[in-house]
């Protein structure tokens, strides 16, 4: 009931405010254009689109990493003793590399051999959706997850340029979603048709990064019990993973007891300990050769890990020189967007443009970093998406001595249930908070 309540307030917030910008913006039509996050369908033809050669989604890896878990077992049996896990993570390499062989980037970043999204947004045929009435719409942006956020932050100022034509307006609205809101960054930094722009709205938006992404790409993996025992429990118990209440039951009752009686902390120490000693063989070549080819992940690694994760990933001279195309975009991103981000729109704001922003919490962080017991909507932190709130841990409060330090000004940002202070955002006036809404799980719902 109550992700049902965040979902209905969720669609009127942006009946209200994302899409139409009634109040300040009446015209007889309003678009807005929605640029949404990463898992577009990707085609090794892209000029032939076809379910034959779909490239992504791919298949899921559990699969066969379970077809050799009998010799994964030896390997790292092997390892143990002699202190060598060569044929471990080469084994793990191995399994995991090939169902990414075809939708990797080249080692520029780029898709050289054909791939893509299997649609032109400048010349083929746009989605159209229609909100309240059939005067105020919206058009969907479909991109090639995988490329330059700032090579893609071009076809979408000329793909607004298209629709402001065809559709008759002066202006749009923009709508970003996840990875989306780094294209609006990127198109807001760099965009030369800024006056196309009427409102803009980031929805749980990784301009500035996510933060299990982080982690992965630098190898600060950080494995703690109680965070492994939060995020098994809620995702287990509300996302429906499995679906026998007898079983669910059973295995969240073994995960929280376990982790009482300390088994499960000794068992993450040790699992820590084989990490440590193997992140840099299979890890790192791993990322590299799977989502580590692809720029716009690379947007998503939060500033404070980046120097660390460019260092880990290409932990040579020869794999910096090899891959200095691919680095050049990275370092370009966050160099010249997600640092610069809130000053930018701070400014644009100053200048009159309208933002609001949505994001999400009261789910578990990844249980990956050192971070895990942060406020999240599962995927991304609160802080992050909300750009700055001050948040209390996970299934915590914020402190009374907290709260009381607040001036009478600032704890009417508080949440009702004091978990969130807004005062901190970079928008405190328009940001707003949907509790218990997942990360995926929103704008669905209004898609359908």
């Not at 967007?337 to 809130?342: E, L, P």
């Not at 402190?399 to 202070?421: H, R, V």
């Amino acid at each position: 009931m109550k992700k049902l309540i965040s979902v209905l307030l969720s669609v009127l917030m942006l009946m209200t405010f994302a899409v139409p910008g009634i109040s300040a913006f009446a015209t007889d039509k309003e678009v807005t254009v929605y640029i949404e996050g990463y898992g577009h369908g990707i085609y090794s033809d892209t000029k032939n689109p076809s379910a034959e050669n779909q490239i992504f989604p791919t298949e899921s890896i559990l699969e066969p990493l379970m077809g050799i878990f009998n010799d994964l077992t030896k390997d790292l049996v092997n390892g143990l003793v002699t202190g060598d896990y060569t044929e471990y993570c080469d084994r793990i390499y191995n399994a995991i590399a090939p169902a990414y062989a075809d939708l990797k980037l080249d080692k520029n970043g780029e898709a050289t051999d054909g791939s893509g999204c299997g649609k032109d947004m400048l010349t083929d045929y746009y989605h159209i959706e229609n909100y309240v009435n059939g005067s105020n719409i919206k058009v969907r942006f479909e991109y090639d997850w995988r490329l330059s956020v700032e090579h893609n932050a071009e076809i979408l100022e000329k793909f607004i340029d298209r629709v402001c034509r065809e559709q008759n307006v002066s202006k749009v609205n923009l709508l970003g979603r996840c990875l989306g809101g780094n294209l609006v960054s990127a198109y807001l930094q760099n965009g030369k048709n800024l006056h196309r722009i009427n409102n803009v709205v980031m929805l749980i938006a990784s301009t500035e990064g996510v933060d299990f992404i982080g982690a992965l790409f630098s190898g600060k993996i950080k494995l703690d019990a109680d965070a492994v025992d939060n995020w098994a429990n809620y995702f287990l118990s509300q996302e429906g993973i499995i679906t026998d209440p007898a079983m669910n039951d059973f295995i969240t009752s073994l995960v929280s007891f376990v982790n009482q009686i300390k088994v499960l902390g000794f068992g993450l120490d040790f699992v820590q300990m084989i990490l440590d000693e193997v992140k840099e063989n299979v890890l790192a070549r791993t990322v590299r050769d799977t989502y580590g080819s692809f720029p716009s992940y690379w947007a998503m690694v939060p500033d404070e890990y980046y120097d660390n994760a460019i260092d880990f990933i290409f932990n040579t001279d020869e794999l910096k020189a090899e891959y200095a195309g691919l680095i050049e975009k990275a370092d370009s991103y966050h160099d010249n967007i997600q640092i610069t981000a809130r000053d930018r729109m701070a400014e644009l704001k100053a200048q009159g443009k309208d933002f609001l922003v949505i994001s999400k919490y009261n789910y578990p962080n990844f249980p990956l970093s050192k971070d895990a017991d942060a406020q999240s909507d599962g995927t991304a932190l609160t802080s992050a998406t909300s750009f700055g709130a001050y948040c209390a841990p996970y299934e915590n409060v914020l402190s009374k001595g907290y709260i009381n330090s607040l001036t009478e000004a600032e704890k009417k940002y508080l949440s009702p249930d004091n978990m969130i202070d807004a005062s901190k955002c970079l928008f405190p006036d328009t940001t707003w908070f949907i509790k218990n809404c997942y990360h995926n799980n929103f704008p669905h719902s209004m898609d359908k």
